[in-house]
């Protein structure tokens, strides 16, 4: 049966009060080149629903899901055990929803939520207050950028090499409107992270210094004396955190010093998903709450002195002046955010420590047996539950043979920096709670067959 929502008529009876002559003139505006000369080609017209169905599952199942195989993939999005129960909560009518209300105070529930969510992210990143959340890492990434200048009053922001390039690629794309001056390079294959080239960069036209902890190659550093150089000229740091399960284990950014933390909630309730949608986190010191963008739920007492929760804060475009909005964000990841809140929940604090240790004992087993491979290097001193191994030659075609193989491998640094060929021999390797020492196995079996046969030994 064909859907036509619209007769004959009904067209020439639009056409007509809009003024155009047919439908074609509503595209005059783009480029005949750019435009179908007819039905795309080797597309059936039309077909019935089932077949449609058998041919999408047909495609489908070329597809490799991560627990069928050895995944070792990270780089900014994690595989962690998701509860069931997680799922179950969140598609509770009351909750199926991914916006805050518009008319908040009506919905305690939801604001009692995203209350309890705020809390539990400044408590993890170690700041005052957190927001009701943002869409992801790299656009939190950016907002953050664009606070530190509301505050500085100045264009200039330090981008450590350290920080994701998609993170980075993002900033650079939201500076082309506002002018602002990002400065960034590509990672230098060393052990130490890039601290004190960033120190010595840091000067009075500074708006931020932005660093990732643990950073793209999986480094630890302290990040005290970036902050203590970035404050010495008036400037701000913010920190990146891509896995926030790391911060079950290591210091928090703000017992740091850090000033705005921010990062990507992917980890925890969330899932891989295809890549999205994600769940951005948003933190700050409480002396710059007011230039926080999104919206804060705050809590109070009724009329009748019982406890309650509003929309204490939300200087955004749909509620005030557009020049005056600290954030152009129109709605907020509230369903992903629940699903996070949930997790840490069910966790607690000993649960996510627990996690935290769990991931770093495996990553530590599997970096280890890597090591001990010939012609393969561990380029790390520090990590949480990711590092980076060198192998001496191209890794792109050594993690598709790994692939043949049925192991997704890691994450090759030439497929993250396409122009950087001094990073090509580099590789990825994220180990989770869900990683068995079976994956462990299979990967370092498969991985020195294949360094050996590379070597002819």
């Known amino acids: 049966m064909r859907y036509l929502p619209l007769t004959e008529t009904d067209r020439q009876d639009m056409l007509r009060t809009i003024g155009a002559p047919d439908v074609d003139a509503l595209f005059a505006d783009v480029p005949e080149a750019a435009r179908l000369d007819g039905p795309i080609r080797d597309l059936p017209m039309h077909t019935s629903e089932m077949a449609v169905e058998r041919h999408m599952q047909k495609l489908a199942a070329q597809n490799s899901v991560a627990g069928q195989m050895p995944f070792f993939l990270g780089a900014g999005a994690y595989r962690h055990h998701v509860p069931a129960s997680v799922d179950h909560i969140i598609q509770r009518g009351e909750f199926l929803t991914a916006y805050t209300p518009y008319q908040p105070e009506i919905a305690q529930g939801t604001l009692q939520m995203l209350f309890e969510f705020q809390s539990q992210v400044a408590r993890l990143f170690g700041c005052d207050v957190a927001n009701a959340s943002m869409y992801d890492g790299s656009t939190a990434c950016w907002e953050a950028i664009v606070m530190a200048r509301r505050i500085t009053k100045r264009g200039k922001a330090l981008l450590s090499s350290g ?15 506002t002018q602002d001056d990002l400065r ?9 992270t890039d601290y004190d080239a960033l120190v010595a960069a840091i000067d009075g036209d500074t708006s931020c210094v932005v660093v990732q902890y643990p950073d793209i190659l999986g480094r630890i550093d302290d990040m005290s004396r970036v902050v203590e150089a970035a404050h010495a000229q008036k400037a701000l740091v913010i920190a990146v955190v891509t896995e926030p399960v790391a911060l079950g284990a290591i210091k928090s950014p703000g017992e740091m010093g850090a000033d705005i933390v921010v990062g990507e909630g992917q980890s925890l309730g969330v899932g891989l998903q295809f890549g999205g949608p994600y769940i951005g986190l948003f933190a700050c010191q409480k002396k710059y709450l007011r230039q926080m963008p999104g919206r804060l739920c705050g809590e109070t007492v009724d009329a009748n002195g019982e406890r309650g929760f509003v929309l204490t804060l939300s200087t955004r475009e749909q509620h005030i002046r557009r020049e005056k909005a600290t954030s152009n964000i129109c709605t907020n990841s509230g369903l992903c955010a629940l699903a996070f809140s949930i997790h840490m929940t069910l966790l607690g604090e000993k649960g996510l420590r627990d996690l935290a240790q769990l991931n770093h004992a495996l990553a530590v087993k599997a970096a280890d047996a890597l090591s001990a491979i010939d012609g393969v290097t561990l380029l790390n001193q520090s990590f949480f539950n990711e590092f980076a191994i060198r192998l001496g030659r191209d890794a792109r075609p050594i993690v598709r043979e790994l692939a043949d193989q049925g192991i997704l491998g890691g994450v090759s640094l030439a497929r993250l920096f396409p122009d950087e060929h001094q990073l090509d021999d580099t590789m990825l390797v994220a180990v ?15 991985l020195g067959a294949i360094m050996a046969q590379e070597t002819g030994a």
């Open 163 to 177: 920080l994701h390039p998609h993170y980075a690629s993002v900033c650079q794309t939201m500076a082309r409107f």
């Open 432 to 446: 989770t709670e869900t990683t068995s020492e079976e994956d462990i196995t299979a990967l370092v079996d498969a």
């Open 184 to 192: 960034s390079g590509p990672p230098i294959l060393e052990a130490a």
